[in-house]
């Protein structure tokens, strides 16, 4: 079992900062990837951004440039700096974690992120 905690989120203004953190515990072992997904209301879940094991990175186009994940291996952290924040940013956001050999993908319960204009 693996259990994630998201922190973070909150109501910020178009052009703000947020920093989003996600915090592993449980059975945390051969980790494959850690990562962001969010949904906004009517619409599907979408990867944000996710690191590997490796530290290799991938965004969504629409975040490239302006989000930055970063992963804390000796803490268990997965954290999202979100910067220069839209409104179409507004969305829960959910922690994943992908284990090697594991059939099914680990989720936080998500955290509201609102951007108003």
């Known amino acids: 079992q693996v259990q994630l905690v998201e922190s973070g989120g909150g109501l910020v203004q178009a052009g703000g900062s947020l920093r989003l953190s996600c915090v592993a515990s449980?059975?945390?072992?051969?980790?494959?990837?850690m990562g962001w997904y969010r949904q906004a209301p009517g619409k599907q879940r979408e990867l944000v951004a996710r690191?590997?094991?490796?530290?290799?990175?991938n965004y969504a186009d629409s975040v490239k440039g302006r989000f930055t994940i970063s992963r804390e291996n000796a803490k268990n952290t997965v954290s999202l700096q979100m910067n220069s924040l839209k409104p179409e940013d507004t969305a829960v956001y959910y922690c994943?974690?992908?284990?090697?050999?594991?059939?099914?993908?680990?989720w936080g319960k998500g955290i509201l992120v609102t951007v108003s204009s």
């Open positions: 994943n974690l992908v284990r090697w050999g594991s059939a099914m993908d680990s």
């Open positions: 449980g059975s945390i072992f051969s980790i494959k990837t």
């Open positions: 690191i590997t094991d490796t530290g290799s990175t």
